[in-house]
């Protein structure tokens, strides 16, 4: 199947914002953004059973999209999700730490929190970034966006898992199996990752990156 990740870009198969206690299963979505994004407010949310096609994959946020304004996720399950021509698999996005113009095309500047999140028994087949993702510096080309270095965001993300990961990338893209890029002004505690198996086209394993997350290396290797 030829991918076609994010070209239609904010056509999402189901979002969730400013909602508790929703279940989504036993579906498909054939889009060309997130297959499922959980956006600001989502609690009590449980995704099982699902099949996306030409996604950019299962999503929570983007969050710190807005000045001031304090962005809240917890207690999120998505389990059993196929995921065909994926740019991405299960990953967090928040943006860069200072607004410009208008959102969401260069915002940020807002903060929050993420926690208690579990992404477990996904197939992946012909991905095109990284199945396992936390970007902290989403912003869109051409906005004259600062650096993150220079306002990154802030926030707090904890107790989230990724296991069970089977599958294989596109062969334009590396092998980077698990992306973990914090913010040194965010705290991120309690990761954890079990039975990774995203190779990339070729066969090889993938490889593992990560920065600013507490208790792991650049390597992801535990530290305590």
Request: glycine share 12%; aromatic share 12%.
């Amino acid at each position: 199947m030829k991918a076609n990740p994010g070209n239609l870009g904010n056509t999402d198969g189901f979002d969730t914002i400013n909602s508790n206690n929703i279940t989504i299963q036993n579906s498909w979505a054939n889009v060309g953004d997130d297959c499922v994004s959980f956006k600001p407010g989502s609690t009590n949310i449980h995704v099982k059973n699902l099949t996306c096609y030409n996604s950019a994959g299962i999503a929570i946020g983007s969050l710190g999209q807005y000045e001031g304004v304090r962005d809240v996720v917890e207690n999120i399950t998505a389990e059993d999700v196929s995921l065909y021509g994926s740019r991405n698999g299960a990953y967090i996005k928040t943006y860069v730490g200072k607004r410009t113009y208008w959102p969401p095309q260069g915002g940020g500047g807002g903060n929050g929190y993420v926690r208690n999140v579990v992404f477990k028994n996904f197939h992946i087949e012909n991905i095109t970034a990284s199945p396992v993702l936390i970007q902290q510096c989403t912003h869109w080309a051409g906005y004259n966006v600062p650096a993150c270095a220079d306002t990154p965001p802030t926030g707090f993300f904890s107790n989230i898992s990724w296991s069970n990961f089977t599958g294989y990338m596109n062969e334009k893209v590396g092998t980077k199996a698990i992306s973990w890029t914090c913010s040194p002004l965010a705290t991120c505690e309690g990761f954890s990752f079990k039975d990774i198996d995203v190779k990339s086209s070729t066969g090889a394993n993938g490889t593992y990156s990560c920065t600013n997350v507490v208790g792991y290396n650049s390597a992801c290797q535990k530290t305590n």
